[in-house]
């Protein structure tokens, strides 16, 4: 085994060392006590609701994947790109640096298929847009059609709350235009990027804009249990949230999520919300993430032969 093969089975087992750490830290602060009854209030209807909403979640981040396999002109078949994405994001989003954790274990699958390492980073790179693009897409709405919550939120009158919505929509119609009009790499000074095709780009503003509708739509399940909250409120909370989340990296959003939601909502983010919203969209992926790993990781192995487990990591160099 080379060492780059032992420096990667490294990181997978210190990535799962460190997933089992934060379950451990997350039940620390919620006893289970406290879960089984949060996830107890919520009324079943609303708690499958939420599952599906997460689920819906996951199935469009793995269009991220993807969209992003297809703007470097590889081809994977679907199944296997929906395991890789799950299984990096089920766990990157707990782990924290969610671009780098979970593309650790996006490497450790795709390297398997035939991509190399500045594939992977490219796929990885592209995410992260898709991200961006549809949490701005998302919020600008959200600012337009809510532009009172947001005001109170952010400290502005309810029309220059509109006013911002409508200018930071201009981000995703650029990236859009600029992918229709270039057909080439766009250079800015010392720097050049490849933009994707046309529709590619339109791909990633709606896909990525539908997923944080999701997630936002599994918070309003849980958040709709305490109080009579408009789905935009939601929104206007989850956005926020996610942002807060990005910008400090925490594992798991932990805290900062609550507080931020918390915040936005201070009357119907109850206690028992917030940790059933954990639960559905954090901690359950988080189990089914890791096991399919697992499972995963020995069927690989015993697919292998041994002379062939020996190569590996010379493999996963040439590729």
């Not at 799962?16 to 379950?23: D, G, K, S, Y």
């Not at 703007?71 to 989003?93: D, M, N, R, T």
């Not at 790179?125 to 600008?140: D, K, M, Q, W």
């Not at 919300?273 to 992926?285: Q, S």
Request: proline share 3%; with cysteine.
């Amino acid at each position: 085994m080379s060492l780059k093969s032992i420096i990667w089975n490294g990181l997978l087992v210190a990535a799962l060392c460190l997933a089992i750490f934060l379950l451990y830290r997350i039940f620390q602060q919620y006893s289970l006590e406290q879960i089984v009854k949060s996830v107890g209030s919520i009324p079943f209807s609303n708690f499958c609701m939420a599952l599906l909403f997460a689920a819906a979640s996951y199935l469009c981040l793995s269009c991220f994947d993807l969209l992003a396999i297809r703007s470097l002109g590889k081809s994977l078949p679907y199944p296997k790109i929906a395991l890789a994405s799950f299984i990096s994001l089920s766990l990157g989003h707990n782990i924290g640096f969610a671009g780098l954790s979970s593309g650790a274990f996006r490497y450790r699958y795709y390297s398997r298929w035939g991509l190399t390492t500045e594939d992977v980073a490219k796929i990885i790179l592209f995410c992260g847009v898709t991200v961006g693009l549809g949490l701005i897409t998302l919020g600008s709405l959200a600012l337009i059609v809510n532009p009172d919550d947001a005001a109170r939120l952010l400290r502005l009158d309810a029309v220059s709350a509109r006013l911002f919505g409508a200018v930071a929509l201009i981000v995703p119609v650029t990236y859009a235009s600029l992918a229709f009009f270039i057909r080439g790499k766009l250079r800015l000074w010392r720097w050049s990027f490849q933009l994707p095709r046309f529709s590619i780009a339109l791909g990633q503003i709606g896909i990525g804009t539908i997923n944080f509708l999701f997630v936002s739509a599994c918070l309003h399940q849980m958040l709709s249990v305490f109080g009579d909250v408009a789905f935009f409120r939601s929104v206007t909370a989850y956005v926020l949230a996610n942002s807060a989340i990005l910008a400090t990296h925490v594992p798991g959003g932990l805290g900062v999520l609550e507080a931020t939601v918390s915040y936005a909502v201070p009357q119907e983010a109850s206690i028992g919300a917030l940790i059933a919203f954990r639960c559905t969209y954090f901690f359950i992926p988080l189990a089914l993430g890791t096991t399919l790993l697992l499972i995963t990781e020995v069927v690989f192995r015993r697919s292998r032969g041994p002379g062939q487990q020996a190569d590996e990591g010379a493999e996963a160099q040439s590729v």
